[in-house]
C-alpha cells in the first residue's frame, strides 16, 4: 500500500527543513510518493531531487509548486503537481509571483515600521535568505525578538486582515495559475478548501470556479481535520468531476502534525493518481488498492 503526500514545504519557502532534509524526513516516515509544494517556487527541487539519489532513498519525488490567486477577495491557493522545472511559461509565472511577494513584503515592513517595529523586513529577510519573504518569516522575526510571545499572536494582531501590518496581496485569478500549471504539463488541485473561513455554500461556489477556470482535482485529507469534513470534501469533489488529492501541509515538526500521517481516503472521490500514474511515478497495478496512508 503506497503512502501519498502530495503538499508540503522547504526552505525555499516558508518551510523549516531544507529540501535534502524533508525528503530524508518524509522516507523515515514511510511516505513513498512526496510532492514538494513550495509557495510560488520550484527552488528547492532540484536539491530535493539530488538528495533522494545520492542517499538511494526509497521515495519517488514529484515536482510541485503551490500557488497563491485570488478569488472574490480571497486568497486561494492552488498546487500544480508533475509539473516540468524547464518550463518556459511557468517560469516565467513565479517570475512575476516573486516580484508580487516582494513589493508585498517591503510594504508589510514599512507598516509593521509605523507600528513602532523597526527593521522588521531586514529580520524577515534574513530568516527567509535565498527564499522570497512571507508572513511566516515576519512571524518568526516578530517572535525571536520578543514583540510578541507566539506566531499565534503575530497574525492575530500585526498580519491578518484588519489590523495595521496587514496588506492586501494582488494575486493573480484562478484561471492564470491554473493555465501556467498546465502549460508546465502538471495537474493542478485546489489546496485545502476547509481553511479559507468559507461555508458550505462558498466552499461549493469555489470548486464550481475552479473547475470552470480548468482546476483538475481537490485536496480532501488534511492533518487536523473531523471525519466529516473529510467524507463531505471526498462527496463533494465527486460530485462536482473533480478528482480527489492528499497533503499534509508540513512546515516543520509537530507533535500534531508529520509527513504522510493520517492521509487515509475518504468513501467517495477518485484519486488523482490512480487517473494519472505516470505523473506521480506510479503504476496503475500499485495504486488500484491504495490508500493515501495508514
Same mark, same amino acid.
Given at each position: 500500500?503506497?503512502?501519498?503526500?502530495?503538499?508540503?514545504?522547504?526552505?525555499?519557502?516558508?518551510?523549516?527543513?531544507?529540501?535534502?532534509?524533508? #525528503?530524508?524526513?518524509?522516507?523515515?516516515?514511510?511516505?513513498?510518493?512526496?510532492?514538494?509544494?513550495?509557495?510560488?517556487?520550484? $527552488?528547492?527541487?532540484?536539491?530535493? $531531487?539530488?538528495?533522494?539519489?545520492?542517499?538511494?532513498? /526509497?521515495?519517488?519525488?514529484?515536482?510541485?509548486?503551490?500557488?497563491?490567486?485570488?478569488?472574490?477577495?480571497?486568497?486561494?491557493?492552488?498546487?500544480?503537481?508533475?509539473?516540468?522545472?524547464?518550463?518556459?511559461?511557468? %517560469?516565467?509565472?513565479?517570475?512575476?509571483?516573486?516580484?508580487?511577494?516582494?513589493?508585498?513584503?517591503?510594504?508589510?515592513?514599512?507598516?509593521?515600521?509605523?507600528?513602532?517595529?523597526?527593521?522588521?523586513?531586514?529580520?524577515?529577510?534574513?530568516?527567509? =535568505?535565498?527564499?522570497?519573504?512571507?508572513?511566516?518569516?515576519?512571524?518568526?522575526?516578530? #517572535?525571536?525578538?520578543?514583540?510578541?510571545?507566539?506566531?499565534?499572536?503575530?497574525?492575530?494582531?500585526?498580519?491578518?486582515? =484588519?489590523?495595521?501590518?496587514? #496588506?492586501?496581496?494582488?494575486? /493573480?485569478?484562478?484561471?492564470?495559475?491554473? $493555465?501556467?500549471?498546465?502549460?508546465? *504539463? *502538471?495537474?493542478?488541485?485546489?489546496?485545502?478548501?476547509?481553511?479559507?473561513?468559507?461555508?458550505?455554500?462558498?466552499?461549493?461556489?469555489?470548486?464550481?470556479?475552479?473547475?470552470?477556470?480548468?482546476?483538475?482535482?481537490?485536496?480532501?485529507?488534511?492533518?487536523? %481535520?473531523? !471525519?466529516?469534513?473529510?467524507?463531505?470534501?471526498?462527496?463533494?469533489?465527486?460530485?462536482?468531476?473533480?478528482?480527489?488529492?492528499?497533503?499534509?501541509?508540513?512546515?516543520?515538526? %509537530?507533535?500534531?502534525?508529520?509527513?504522510?500521517? *493520517?492521509?487515509?481516503?475518504?468513501?467517495?472521490? %477518485? !484519486?488523482?493518481?490512480?487517473?494519472? !500514474?505516470?505523473?506521480? =511515478?506510479?503504476?496503475?497495478?500499485?495504486?488500484?488498492?491504495?490508500?493515501?496512508? $495508514?
Amino acid at each position: 500500500m503506497l503512502r501519498f503526500d502530495l503538499h508540503c514545504h522547504t526552505t525555499a519557502s516558508d518551510g523549516a527543513l531544507s529540501p535534502t532534509e524533508l #525528503v530524508l524526513r518524509a522516507a523515515e516516515k514511510g511516505v513513498d510518493v512526496l510532492a514538494i509544494t513550495d509557495h510560488d517556487t520550484l $527552488a528547492g527541487l532540484a536539491e530535493a $531531487a539530488e538528495a533522494v539519489a545520492s542517499h538511494q532513498l /526509497p521515495l519517488r519525488l514529484v515536482n510541485g509548486v503551490e500557488i497563491s490567486t485570488n478569488w472574490e477577495h480571497h486568497e486561494i491557493h492552488i498546487v500544480g503537481l508533475g509539473v516540468a522545472l524547464t518550463s518556459a511559461p511557468l %517560469q516565467a509565472f513565479l517570475k512575476a509571483q516573486a516580484q508580487r511577494r516582494r513589493e508585498r513584503a517591503e510594504e508589510i515592513g514599512r507598516r509593521l515600521e509605523k507600528c513602532g517595529i523597526p527593521d522588521a523586513f531586514a529580520g524577515a529577510q534574513a530568516l527567509a =535568505g535565498d527564499a522570497e519573504v512571507t508572513r511566516a518569516h515576519f512571524a518568526r522575526h516578530l #517572535v525571536n525578538t520578543g514583540v510578541v510571545d507566539s506566531i499565534q499572536k503575530v497574525f492575530k494582531r500585526y498580519l491578518s486582515r =484588519g489590523n495595521k501590518g496587514y #496588506v492586501p496581496a494582488q494575486w /493573480p485569478v484562478m484561471a492564470e495559475a491554473i $493555465a501556467a500549471i498546465h502549460a508546465g *504539463g *502538471g495537474k493542478a488541485v485546489l489546496a485545502h478548501p476547509g481553511r479559507y473561513d468559507l461555508t458550505t455554500k462558498w466552499i461549493k461556489r469555489l470548486m464550481v470556479a475552479f473547475g470552470e477556470a480548468g482546476g483538475d482535482a481537490m485536496e480532501v485529507c488534511l492533518p487536523q %481535520q473531523s !471525519p466529516i469534513e473529510r467524507a463531505n470534501l471526498g462527496q463533494w469533489a465527486e460530485e462536482h468531476g473533480l478528482l480527489i488529492s492528499v497533503g499534509s501541509d508540513f512546515h516543520q515538526p %509537530q507533535p500534531w502534525l508529520e509527513l504522510g500521517r *493520517g492521509l487515509w481516503l475518504p468513501k467517495h472521490g %477518485q !484519486p488523482l493518481w490512480q487517473v494519472h !500514474p505516470a505523473l506521480f =511515478g506510479v503504476t496503475l497495478a500499485e495504486v488500484q488498492t491504495t490508500d493515501a496512508s $495508514a
